[in-house]
């Protein structure tokens, strides 16, 4: 966010450790549920339930991983840009948009590893 010219500062508001704001505004709290690790605890799971080989998921998992909390990171700036701009779309943004997205991605690699991973016989031995 500093790198578009915007004053950014982090504090601890007493109740939520994590807490941005861009200067003159409220900010944005990022609470347990929405630090991602229940998604990337999903993706993990996904991507072990399904059949496939070990040495792809040695790649894949970490590349997921590494998606999933980056698009975490747009997201928090996106909901500090938004609180910056029109504190009023920050919760339809934050519930229904950028819910829908990280969804998306997460299931966008999911099916990535399932139509490109799975064996056609679902047998996971490596060959």
């Excluded at 994590?18 to 929405?34: D, F, M, R």
């Excluded at 029109?86 to 339809?92: C, G, M, P, V, W």
């Excluded at 590893?113 to 056609?120: D, I, N």
């Amino acid at each position: 966010m500093r790198v578009f010219q915007f004053s950014v500062r982090f504090f601890d508001d007493g109740l939520y450790r994590n807490h941005i704001a861009i200067e003159g505004t409220a900010g944005v709290t990022v609470g347990a549920p929405c630090d991602g690790m229940i998604l990337m605890a999903l993706f993990i799971i996904f991507v072990v339930a399904y059949p496939g080989t070990n040495k792809n998921r040695i790649w894949f998992i970490p590349l997921g991983l590494f998606v999933i909390q980056f698009m975490n990171i747009l997201r928090i700036m996106a909901l500090a840009f938004i609180v910056y701009w029109d504190e009023d779309y920050l919760a339809f943004n934050h519930d229904y948009t950028f819910t829908a997205l990280v969804y998306a991605v997460v299931f966008a690699f999911w099916w990535w590893w399932s139509k490109m991973y799975v064996p056609a016989n679902g047998n996971s031995e490596e060959k």
